[in-house]
């Protein structure tokens, strides 16, 4: 059995994506056990749940819940332990003016600029979250929808959100044997509601724009959730620029820039559906602070730092690759997202093992179409890769790890 205390060595010292002790706890968590056995079964969002028990709404599984005191975080896909320095100071700034109500008009020509949209093209939203949420309550079930088409592998909420809202989610699932290619002849015709993500979480697969606007077709609302675009260099398959029928694009700042707390997203497309998005949105439901940190992350110095941190990024992730390929596990390739996907037999058990050692990620078996075999691993700096490789190695050479 794997080692609960890895040595110093095997992992680099004071790591900014380590969580501190209590850092994803709430006060009033903290007075009672990380992981208390009791309630595992009945709360799958315990803060800290036991690695080894399934889920009990894998739909609703994301990466925070694998985290945990003193590990090393390679399940969520922030690819910053913090947001930069300007960016919190303007944050630190807009402390002072939280007594006004939110207005978002600025935040919206900032975006609507940025893509060379008109303003009543873009939705501003809390998150990427919120908006699937909008856009499953403003197309109702049996009305503007009649066959919602869901393509996974890919991000549950979108799927959660058509579901609460009494929609029937069909899924198109990708073939793993085909690298997770989409063809839009496998998608229904009579689909009026299809939901993709490029780049794909959690395959890391970028689909040709070529390929989406195939989908999109009068009378078919095509969503794109668009949320690791910004790391893909130069973004040349995204279609914030395009106006299609219907077509709407799910953008985020979580990711890059390290706002995840924060909350802060938007939509962009077509005018009419996004209309109708803005009228079940809750009033004020995005925050000053998140308008303020879109407005800065929409200027063109800070879409230098996102282009260079998209740059950094691809030699990151090819050093994680060769490393993960070389301790004998598959990865998904070619991959375009700041993660991968990761196929290994005895998954599960590899996790767990990784988790004795110090290092936490992503269970894949909670996306549909994938099994207990798949794991999502995010790509972070070298000296952090090597520290996982290390533990890969040590964790497939005994029996309670992979194979």
């Known amino acids: 059995m794997p080692t609960c ?23 009033a968590d903290r007075s009672r056990p990380a992981a208390d056995p009791s309630r595992l079964a009945a709360d799958p969002y315990d803060p800290a749940p036991d690695a080894r028990q399934q889920p009990a709404d894998p739909l609703r ?30 944050l630190t700034a807009g402390l002072a003016g939280l007594a006004a109500y939110p207005d978002a008009t600025a935040a919206t020509a900032a975006v609507a600029a940025r893509h060379g949209r008109r303003t009543d093209e873009v939705l501003l939203t809390s998150g990427a979250a919120e908006a699937f949420t909008l856009l499953a309550r403003a197309l109702r079930p049996g009305h ?20 609460v809202a009494g929609h029937a989610v069909e899924r198109v699932l990708l073939d793993p044997s085909d690298g997770f290619a989409l063809h839009p002849g496998a998608v ?11 780049p794909t979480n959690p395959t890391s697969v970028l689909h040709p724009a070529a390929t989406l606007r195939q989908l999109a077709r009068a009378g078919r609302v095509l969503v794109v959730d668009e949320a690791f675009m910004d790391a893909v260099p130069g973004e040349p398959e995204s279609l914030t620029g395009e106006r299609l029928p ?44 998140a308008l303020l940190a879109t407005v800065a992350c929409c200027t ?27 301790a004998g596990l598959h990865v998904v390739t070619p991959a375009a997202a700041p993660f991968v996907l990761v196929r290994a037999e005895g998954a599960q058990g590899l996790r767990v093992a990784l988790r004795d050692k110090g290092f936490a990620v992503r269970r894949g078996d909670t996306f549909p179409g994938l099994g207990a075999d798949w794991l999502r691993v995010a790509v972070r700096p070298r000296e952090v890769t090597d520290a996982l490789v290390a533990a890969v190695r040590d964790a497939v050479s005994t029996p309670t790890g992979a194979r």
């Open 61 to 90: 599984h994301h990466g925070d819940r694998e985290v945990g005191e003193g590990l090393v975080d390679l399940a969520v896909n922030v690819q910053v332990p913090a947001p930069p320095g300007w960016l919190l100071d303007q």
């Open 5 to 27: 205390s890895p040595p110093v060595a095997d992992r680099p010292a004071a790591d900014p994506f380590r969580q501190r002790a209590d850092s994803r706890r709430s006060p």
């Open 188 to 198: 229904p015709d009579d689909a009026d509601l299809v939901v993709v993500g490029n």
């Open 144 to 163: 503007e929808v009649k066959r919602a088409v869901v393509v996974h592998p890919q991000f549950t909420e979108p799927e959660v959100a058509l579901s």
């Open 300 to 326: 063109p110095q800070a879409a230098a730092e996102a282009r260079a941190m998209a740059d950094r990024l691809v030699g990151e992730r090819e050093h994680l690759v060769r490393g993960l390929t070389g």
């Open 246 to 289: 219907g077509l709407v694009v799910v953008r985020s700042l979580t990711k890059t820039w390290g706002l995840a707390g924060l909350r802060a997203g938007y939509l962009v497309g077509d005018a009419d559906v996004l209309a109708r998005c803005a009228q079940v949105q809750p009033a004020w439901s995005v925050s000053s602070l």
